[in-house]
């Protein structure tokens, strides 16, 4: 139950922080803190995803984990502009693996 909880505050914040409008204007030379606030808001999922390996690898493999991964992995694609095209295919195995949850619980 914490891993969803988890992922709720992790969307949550991100939805907070994440500009309404992205402005696309170009500059000649991009700075360095430019491109860092570019990928500022995966930071905290790569973290989370980082923290998840770990604990999944620590510990017996259950069917919550492909679950948690998945809403990770939404995250992170909804944080970067240039893999918003995988927000629908992430969120469907998501689905998926919840469904197979319930199946295996019923």
């Given at each position: ?11 949550s ?8 409008k992205?402005?696309?204007?170009q ?27 770990i ?16 809403f ?22 998501t ?12």
């Amino acid at each position: 139950m914490f891993w969803f909880i988890a992922a709720i505050a992790i969307a949550s914040v991100v939805f907070i922080i994440t500009p309404e409008k992205v402005s696309s204007h170009q500059d000649s030379k991009p700075s360095a803190v430019d491109k860092l606030s570019q990928h500022s808001l995966v930071i905290l999922p790569i973290l989370v995803l980082s923290w998840l390996i770990i604990a999944i690898a620590s510990a017996p493999v259950t069917h919550f984990a492909g679950t948690a991964i998945g809403f990770v992995l939404t995250s992170c694609a909804i944080a970067l502009p240039s893999t918003h095209k995988y927000i629908a295919l992430l969120a469907s195995l998501t689905f998926a693996s919840l469904l197979i949850e319930l199946a295996l619980y019923l």
